[in-house]
């Protein structure tokens, strides 16, 4: 397996994939309007490719803010149910976080399973001073200083705008 930037060609293995591990629509509609937004990195748009060239699984990380410093919003993260529990997750976050740290950026920021993603050092996001938009989100809400992380950027958290037509 290798971890690589999405090209165009991959897109619609890409939207295949999100609808076969979604039980909705949902992610994969914001995935395509992610992919058109401004906020779109292409250096955070990352695919994990098998031996055989199939998509197994796909994370992007836009950008988004803390009042008005720039951070990221990572999400949707997804994995084809077959190839679940074999590190194919954890792969993507940690090119994700590896490129983004190269990237100069100082905090990334998402909502997920408060079980799994503290293992790549995510922390509730309030205790870095990350207000939540919604405060239903709770302990799902959190936040990973990056290697450029520098204290002091409080505020709400804003998310690129196709979150808000969710
Ligand atoms: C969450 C997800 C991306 C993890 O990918 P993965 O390739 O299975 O993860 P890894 O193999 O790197 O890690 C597996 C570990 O994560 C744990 N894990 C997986 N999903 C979990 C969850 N929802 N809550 C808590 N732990 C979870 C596994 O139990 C396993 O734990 P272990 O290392 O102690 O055995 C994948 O299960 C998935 O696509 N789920 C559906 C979509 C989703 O929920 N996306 C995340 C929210 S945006």
Redesign the pocket.
């Known amino acids: 397996m290798i971890i690589r930037r999405e090209q165009a060609g991959d897109r619609p293995e890409i939207h295949a994939l999100l609808e076969a591990?979604?039980p909705t629509l949902m992610e994969a509609k914001l995935v395509r309007e992610l992919f058109a937004a401004r906020q779109y990195l292409p250096l955070l748009s990352l695919v994990a490719e098998g031996d055989r060239g199939e998509i197994l699984?796909y994370v992007i990380t836009t950008r988004a803010w803390i009042g008005e410093a720039q951070s990221l919003g990572l999400?949707?993260?997804?994995?084809l149910p077959q190839?679940?529990?074999?590190?194919?997750?954890?792969?993507?976050?940690n090119a994700s976080i590896e490129a983004a740290n190269a990237m100069g950026e100082r905090t990334m920021v998402?909502?997920?399973?408060a079980?799994?993603f503290p293992?790549f050092g995510f922390v509730p996001a309030d205790s870095l001073g990350i207000v939540s938009p919604d405060q239903s989100w709770g302990s799902h809400f959190m936040g990973l200083p990056l290697a450029n992380y520098e204290p002091g950027s409080h505020g709400v958290f804003r998310y690129a705008d196709p979150f808000n037509s969710l």
Do not use: I, N, T
């Not at 999400?75 to 994995?79: D, E, I, R, S, T």
């Not at 529990?85 to 954890?90: C, L, R, Y």
């Not at 998402?110 to 399973?113: D, E, K, N, P, T």
């Open positions: 591990v979604f699984g999400g949707p993260l997804a994995v190839y679940q529990k074999q590190g194919v997750g954890s792969a993507l976050m998402l909502l997920g399973h079980e799994y293992r």
